[in-house]
Antibody
Framework: QVQLVESGGGVVQPGRSLRLSCAGS????????MHWVRQAPGKGLEWVAV????????SYADSVKGRFTISRDNSKSTLSLQMNTLRAEDTAVYYC?????????????????WGQGTVVTISS | EIVMTQSPATLSVSPGERATLSCRAS??????LAWYQQKPGQTPRLLIY???TRATGIPARFSGSGSGTEFTLTISSLQSEDFTVFYC?????????FGGGTKVQIK
């Protein structure tokens, strides 16, 4: 079945780095843009970053721009998020999510498949 | 960035009744809007995209409407599993943005 599985979360000190991964299966990973979305404890959803299907287009939320880098390896069906200079406000569950892609010839950057999430806690 | 505002923050409704949730965009986004449902401890689920098209497997009691800056999610007859949190999300412009959510609770 279609599945996304995140890994790499943990507890790290402010200013340190962490790398998250997401493994896709059950679909043609290379045909879809992929996103990271996060949710701070007890809060709403926040989009973090996107990478296009081929990796040529990337975009970031202002809150992470310059600190986080999204990447993908289509040969391994994996998505990554390199997070540097982490702050307390980066504490959240991080979800990888699949982009809906083109529906009826219209680009639809909504998220149709979500992973279960990986927990990132920034604390000294 | 486009700011998405959902109202009310909390909606109290009796089972079997209709629920109407609102989402407003700070600028026109056409029909580039999605709705999600998130049950406690679970991953968000896509309900609606294109403002009014139900995603695969979504029951017909969920319907979306609106365009431009004003959008509505209607749940025609609330079932027990519908008492959860709902989010809207615009995908007209980067960065993608979500509303703050509406919690639907039992009256």
């Amino acid at each position: 079945q279609v599945q996304l599985v995140e890994s790499g979360g943990g507890v790290v000190q402010p200013g340190r780095s962490l790398r998250l991964s997401c493994a896709g299966s059950g679909f043609t990973f290379s045909s879809y843009a992929m996103h990271w979305v996060r949710q701070a404890p007890g809060k709403g959803l926040e989009w973090v970053a996107v990478v296009s299907d081929g990796g040529g287009f990337k975009s970031y939320a202002d809150s992470v721009k310059g600190r986080f880098t999204i990447s993908r390896d289509n040969s391994k069906s994996t998505l990554s998020l390199q997070m540097n200079t982490l702050r307390a406000e980066d504490t959240a569950v991080y979800y990888c999510a699949r982009d809906c892609g083109e529906i009826d010839k219209k680009t639809t950057n909504a998220f149709d498949i979500w992973g279960q999430g990986t927990v990132v806690t920034i604390s000294s | 960035e486009i700011v998405m505002t959902q109202s009310p923050a909390t909606l109290s409704v009796s089972p079997g009744e209709r629920a109407t949730l609102s989402c407003r965009a700070s600028q026109s986004i056409g029909s580039n809007l999605a709705w999600y449902q998130q049950k406690p401890g679970q991953t968000p689920r896509l309900l609606i995209y294109g403002a009014s098209t139900r995603a695969t497997g979504i029951p017909a009691r969920f319907s979306g409407s609106g365009s431009g800056t004003e959008f509505t999610l209607t749940i025609s007859s609330l079932q027990s599993e519908d008492f959860t949190v709902f989010y809207c999300q615009q995908y007209d412009k980067w960065p993608l943005t979500f509303g703050g959510g509406t919690k639907v609770q039992i009256k």
